[in-house]
């Protein structure tokens, strides 16, 4: 017990001064993906290919765990394939690569659509959503594919979903990773009130869509899906808001 007490002191005094775990990887008893689900991963995830084969194994280890974690259930006729599973958790895992608990506890279970379907918590027609009382992530398929087909167009559905869960997952959970990235976010948010001419050259620039400013659950979903698919512009354009989404996300890997 004085030993555990001990290792949470470091941590937070080590989480005060460089603003990210102490530790996210844990290098023993890795699950394994089979050999089919690591050819989706090599052949269908860039992120998963610009890791180091370290890298590669800890986040195939997450991929099978976040699987065999959640409920994966098709919808209108959806048979759930081995590519939904690998891709879909895939990018869950790839948003929280740099978190030490990566389940997102809020999601208990990914409902797949074909394609858009009709949603009943606001009778519209929807490409996904996060719904936090039923603990469900709901996705169409067709939107979720094309997504990946043009990497650096700042669109992605999966991602800017589980961007939403992740983001209300961090106010329900105490770990360290959960405490960071919401943190991180309230000061985001205290730097973008404070700077109006930052406000002012985000807007004019055009770079996140207009739909981050519905309101701050959409803006963190855009910023993420930006700083996914074009880090390089971000850092260019937004060095300091590029700085704190990265400290968010706690990314040190993969060119961010």
Do not use: C
């Not at 690998?86 to 990566?102: E, K, N, P």
């Amino acid at each position: 017990m004085l030993i555990y007490f001990a290792l949470r002191m470091v941590e937070f005094r080590y989480v005060i001064k460089y603003r990210r775990p102490l530790y996210v990887h844990f290098p023993f008893w890795l699950k394994t993906l089979n050999a089919g689900q690591q050819s989706i991963l090599r052949n269908q995830f860039t992120f998963y290919r610009k890791l180091s084969r370290r890298q590669q194994r800890f986040f195939e280890h997450r991929v099978a765990s976040f699987i065999s974690d959640k409920d994966f259930i098709g919808r209108s006729g959806v048979e759930v394939s081995e590519e939904m599973r690998v891709l879909i958790s895939a990018t869950a895992v790839m948003l929280t690569f740099g978190f030490r608990d990566f389940y997102i506890g809020l999601i208990d279970k990914i409902f797949i659509y074909p394609e858009e379907f009709y949603s009943t918590i606001n009778e519209s027609y929807h490409k996904g959503e996060f719904n936090p009382k039923l603990q469900a992530l709901v996705l169409s398929w067709k939107d979720f594919e094309a997504g990946y087909e043009i990497e650096n167009d700042n669109l992605n559905l999966g991602i800017h979903e589980f961007a939403h869960a992740i983001h209300l997952n961090s106010y329900k959970e105490k770990d360290v990773s959960s405490t960071l990235f919401s943190d991180s976010f309230r000061e985001l948010t205290e730097l973008l009130s404070g700077d109006e001419a930052l406000r002012k050259s985000l807007i004019e620039s055009e770079y996140f869509r207009n739909y981050a400013y519905t309101n701050q659950f959409e803006f963190i979903a855009v910023i993420i899906e930006t700083f996914i698919e074009t880090p390089q512009e971000f850092q260019t354009l937004f060095p300091e808001i590029y700085a704190k989404t990265k400290q968010m996300l706690n990314f040190h890997f993969a060119g961010y």
